[in-house]
């Protein structure tokens, strides 16, 4: 069964302090790996998609990386409008040839003026 | 570009009922999919709709379906509900299957069963 475990499961940060989100994964024959960014009441808003180790993805202040057993979203001086829960997924292929996401629980950010 | 719209927002539903929720998709996205969210389970997938049928089911019984339109909107039921199918719903659309293709998610129907 597919795995995904996010870390830590919350985070505070000041303004300006970066740091990285984890999201570890155990599955046979990944397909991508998602990150979400979601805020309160919102549905979750995509951010990044890897597809193999070694991939690297940036956007504005975040940073996605891959490796075959983990992902990491860096955050690089972080802002309060950075505050939300990260999510991260991946998909990979099941049996009879189907894509089944499967989620963390996400981390949730709070960042500080 | 309008965005993903689910509806209702908000429902309060009575334990053993059944309830509909609705979903439109972006305009030209033909794949929809339907996710459960709890704070003790997280995101959860349900089912992706492609084309009028049902492409991925997820682990949830059978009280739980949905079909797809042929202007893509899509629509999910759940029948006898539980007090644990109080969740929010999320519905997401895109363009098509293809792994890595950019979902983009309603802003949730929030389901409460009492």
């Known amino acids: 069964e597919d795995q995904v475990t996010q870390s830590p499961e919350a985070l505070r940060l000041q303004e300006g302090e970066s740091s990285s989100l984890n999201c570890s994964y155990t599955?046979?024959?990944?397909?991508?790996l998602f990150w979400y960014r979601q805020d309160p009441g919102k549905g979750p808003e995509f951010l990044f998609t890897l597809y193999s180790a070694g991939e690297e993805k940036e956007k504005e202040r975040l940073k996605a990386t891959l490796t075959k057993k983990e992902s990491f979203l860096h955050i690089t001086a972080p802002k309060p409008e950075d505050s939300a829960t990260y999510l991260c997924a991946v998909q990979a292929v099941r049996s009879g040839g189907s894509y089944i996401p499967t989620f963390g629980r996400g981390t949730s950010l709070i960042v500080h003026p | 570009k309008a965005g993903v719209t689910q509806t209702p927002r908000y429902l309060i539903k009575t334990r053993g009922q059944q309830v509909t929720l609705s979903c439109s998709p972006i305009?030209?996205?033909?794949?929809v999919s339907w996710y459960q969210q709890t704070p003790g389970q997280g995101l959860q997938f349900l089912f992706e709709y492609f084309s009028e049928t049902q492409r991925n089911k997820g682990n949830f019984p059978g009280r739980f379906s949905g079909r797809q339109f042929s202007n893509s909107r899509s629509e999910m039921n759940v029948s006898t509900l539980e007090l644990g199918d109080s969740a929010l719903y999320l519905c997401a659309s895109s363009l098509d299957l293809r792994v890595g293709t950019e979902a983009f998610f309603g802003q949730g129907t929030r389901l409460t069963v009492v």
């Open positions: 305009s030209g996205h033909r794949s």
């Open positions: 599955v046979s024959g990944l397909r991508g």
